[in-house]
């Protein structure tokens, strides 16, 4: 049997033209440090820098990119290892959930997710078959091989991978405690993101429990709007003093608009006094009042200088049964079209010009990168566009995102490439893919002496880490 091989020229172009000279540019980059500021590994992979437990809770559990395809080919969360163990069918032995993986591999295919498995497998782990119901069990031996060795622990991965800096999201109540370790072991390398989304709709369920934590953890009653707002500058201050060097919110509108302090006080008060079985905040009202504090992240944000990640514009949970059952982040997160011009104005009217304050917008509604996004970062110093996210984070619509981009935001205006995964080891597949992306998207423009080479490798580098390191950079 022939043993598994990844292509050198792998997602470069097919024409003979444009290839050697992607190839020209992909080589002069390829190595470069990866800069993964957007990214949802749990820091206590990295303070505890214990084991990976077995492949299956290594590469499928965690990834809703693969589960969720093979849920849409009628496999169940449980049998995959999601859900709460005591729950019916929850399968708890991983070589069984990893068959099940590598028996549904041709549903990936023409996939990122395919893309970035079979870097992982073949360049990371060494495998030399491709995964299938025969494979399985040599795959999974192969990978548990691996990880049994020390050199493939949390810690020593970031330098195989080349992982420069790598932020982890954090709600606004954490205590820090994983990342005051790490500042002292590795100082710089993980950095702490401040996520407040919780706190700032306040009809979801666990809002009062959520703001109690965030009383003690910041020491600030929250009992009032205004004690809510210093608790929040105070969890800012002490992100800030942990490292960090950005917020990221997730919001469904990317309304943010202000409202008027006594206004946005009897919002919270309405809310804090309904409780489960009041009358409570209404839809409306909620909207209202998450917009209205997002200009108020906004505004602390002018402050303290983190840097303002914004991605609107997902329906999560589409399934309520599935997030009652197995918790958020599974799969059934849905883009919707969002409007940016409007919904923006506000804090780029307030902000956008300002040297104190910077977003980065992400979105993954595509028709809006040339109609909205590019133009409004094309003006506003305080605004970049983010990469492709999410659903849009494969190779032609990446490609897609610098056609419609580019010619009216440039390069300078983008934050370079963002990975945004849970799934630690697909960090190098993901920057990879972009990085290969990148070089076929310049060197046609190379070939169509719109750009000279050495321009080219420059705006690659410029993608692929400084951009990145610029985009984040401390104030």
Not at 17 to 42: C, F, K
Not at 101 to 127: Q, S
Not at 233 to 242: H, I, N, S
Not at 422 to 447: T, W
């Amino acid at each position: 049997m022939t043993a598994w091989t990844l292509h050198p020229d792998r997602a470069l172009p097919a024409d003979p033209v444009t290839r050697p000279i992607a190839r020209e540019i992909y080589q002069a980059v390829r190595d470069l440090p990866i800069v993964s500021m957007h990214g949802h590994v749990d820091v206590t992979a990295f303070a505890d820098d214990e084991p990976f437990p077995d492949p299956a809770q290594l590469l499928v559990v965690p990834d809703h990119y693969l589960t969720r395809m093979l849920v849409s080919q009628g496999a169940q969360l449980p049998e995959l290892g999601v859900g709460p163990a005591d729950g019916p069918g929850f399968e708890s032995d991983p070589r069984e959930i990893f068959r099940r993986f590598c028996a549904g591999w041709k549903h990936f295919r023409g996939t990122p997710t395919r893309y970035w498995m079979e870097h992982e497998l073949v360049e990371i782990f060494g495998v030399t078959v491709r995964p299938s119901a025969e494979t399985a069990d040599q795959v999974y031996d192969q990978v548990a091989e691996c990880i049994a060795d020390p050199s493939f622990r949390p810690r020593a991965l970031l330098d195989r991978f080349g992982i420069e800096t790598i932020g982890t999201t954090d709600p606004a109540w954490s205590t820090l405690a994983e990342h005051a370790r790490l500042a002292a072991d590795l100082p710089g390398r993980v950095l702490p993101t401040f996520r407040p989304d919780p706190l700032l709709h306040p009809a979801r369920p666990t809002w009062l429990g959520d703001l109690e934590r965030l009383a003690t953890a910041s020491g600030i009653a929250t009992t009032t709007y205004a004690g809510f707002l210093e608790a929040l500058r105070e969890r800012r201050a002490a992100f800030v003093a942990a490292g960090g060097l950005a917020t990221d919110h997730g919001h469904f509108s990317a309304d943010t608009t202000p409202l008027p302090d006594d206004v946005a006080r009897a919002l919270f008060e309405k809310a804090l006094t309904g409780g489960p079985d009041g009358p409570g905040i209404t839809a409306a009202e909620e909207a209202a009042f998450s917009a209205h504090m997002l200009f108020q992240m906004a505004a602390m944000a002018a402050d303290d200088g983190l840097v303002m990640q914004f991605h609107p514009g997902v329906l999560r949970d589409h399934d309520p049964a599935v997030a009652t059952t197995f918790g958020p982040d599974k799969g059934y997160d849905i883009p919707v079209v969002t409007e940016f011009a409007h919904g923006l104005r506000p804090v780029l009217e307030a902000f956008g010009n300002s040297e104190s304050f910077r977003m980065i917008a992400f979105t993954v509604d595509e028709d809006v990168y040339s109609r909205e996004l590019a133009p409004l970062a094309g003006v506003y110093p305080a605004l970049r566009l983010g990469a492709p996210w999410w659903f849009l984070d494969a190779p032609d619509a990446m490609r897609r995102f610098r056609e419609s981009a580019t010619e009216t935001a440039g390069f300078s205006n983008m934050s370079g490439f963002v990975d945004d995964t849970r799934a630690f080891c697909s960090i190098p597949a993901r920057h990879d893919l972009a990085r290969r992306v990148d070089a076929g998207y310049l060197a046609r423009l190379v070939a169509e002496h719109r750009l000279d080479l050495d321009e080219a490798v420059d705006t690659a580098a410029d993608l692929a880490y400084h951009l990145p390191k610029l985009a984040y950079a401390a104030r």
